[in-house]
């Protein structure tokens, strides 16, 4: 029987493999693989810097009504 796993660990993820036998009705540690992965898991991005927002342009008064077009 064979069992393979992994630990994900940053920056380098663990892989093993352990290999069991049976020996008198009973499983067996056999072998043992440990290997170092790739750079995966990758961590997530660090989110962008946030700007500081645009300062709104406040009027003094209520909202000015849309003028009417001149009758015809």
């Given at each position: 029987m064979r069992m393979a796993g992994f630990f994900p660990?940053?920056?380098t993820?663990?892989?093993f493999e352990l290999a069991y036998a049976p020996v008198?009705?009973?499983?067996?540690?056999f072998g043992l693989s440990v290997n170092l992965g790739s750079s995966a898991p990758v961590p997530p991005p660090?989110?962008?810097?946030?700007a500081a927002p645009?300062?709104?342009a406040k009027s003094g008064?209520?909202?000015?009504?849309p003028k009417a077009a001149p009758p015809r």
């Open positions: 660990s940053v920056p993820q663990v892989n008198n009705g009973q499983w067996r540690l660090a989110p962008p810097p946030r645009a300062p709104s008064g209520p909202a000015a009504a």
